[in-house]
T-cell receptor
Framework: NAGVTQTPKFQVLKTGQSMTLQCAQD?????MYWYRQDPGMGLRLIYY???????DKGEVPNGYNVSRLNKREFSLRLESAAPSQTSVYFC???????????????FGSGTRLTVV | GNSVTQMEGPVTLSEEAFLTINCTYT??????LFWYVQYPGEGLQLLLK?????DKGSNKGFEATYRKETTSFHLEKGSVQVSDSAVYFC????????????FGAGTRLFVKA
């Protein structure tokens, strides 16, 4: 099925460990996003990529890095995990930033990350 | 700045009851408005949208009307089902926000048989 695929679905890290969350979309979308979801706080944008070759900070970028590997793939890296990064992470895509205003976003099913 | 405020949940209803989830927004420019739904263990799915004032978005029996005068986009359904139990997010995109989506905190709906 077409859509956004995230891996892994679950992960437990120890404080200070690093990991990369993977995201791939097969809808030929130009723009991709990483959000985190915490109870009572909705979704907060971490980083986004308006198009291949560009990345920009969102609302809560500290402690994260991203790579737009190609048009399909957008990864999120935690270099030194902290308990405050325990969250559910969602990747999303849209045709382009401004067209998202007409069509909305397509989301992956999420990665549930626990940092102990 | 741009923001979205939703009614706090959880909302608990019996099957076939009428549903309203309130959503108000603050935005500069001309926002597009959305409702997303998240079922347990899944990502968000676009439920409906409206891109200009007085537009009505509808899908799967849900409706919401873009009210510029009251800056609201309330979600309604005439008769809920158990399968509608989920978390509902109101959201907006505006050109003054760089076309990035701003989400409300979400409202959890429980529907009892």
């Amino acid at each position: 099925n077409a859509g956004v695929t995230q891996t892994p679905k679950f992960q437990v890290l120890k404080t200070g460990q690093s990991m990369t969350l993977q995201c791939a979309q097969d809808m030929n979308h130009n723009s991709m996003y990483w959000y985190r979801q915490d109870p009572g706080m909705g979704l907060r944008l971490i980083y986004y990529s308006a198009s291949e070759g560009t990345t920009d900070k969102g609302e809560v970028p500290n402690g994260y890095n991203v790579s737009r590997l190609n048009k399909r793939e957008f990864s999120l890296r935690l270099e030194s995990a902290a308990p405050s990064q325990t969250s559910v992470y969602f990747c999303a895509s849209s045709e382009v930033l401004y067209r998202g205003a007409n069509y909305g976003y397509t989301f992956g099913s999420g990665t549930r990350l626990t940092v102990v | 700045g741009n923001s979205v405020t939703q009614m706090e949940g959880p909302v608990t209803l019996s099957e076939e009851a009428f549903l309203t989830i309130n959503c108000t927004y603050t935005a500069t420019g001309y926002p597009s408005l959305f409702w997303y739904v998240q079922y347990p263990g899944e990502g968000l799915q676009l439920l409906l949208k409206a891109t200009k004032a007085d537009d009505k978005g509808s899908n799967k029996g849900f409706e919401a009307t873009y009210r510029k005068e009251t800056t609201s986009f309330h979600l309604e359904k005439g008769s809920v089902q158990v399968s509608d139990s989920a978390v509902y997010f109101c959201a907006l995109i505006t050109n003054t926000g760089g076309f990035k989506t701003i989400f409300g905190a979400g409202t959890r709906l429980f529907v009892k048989a």
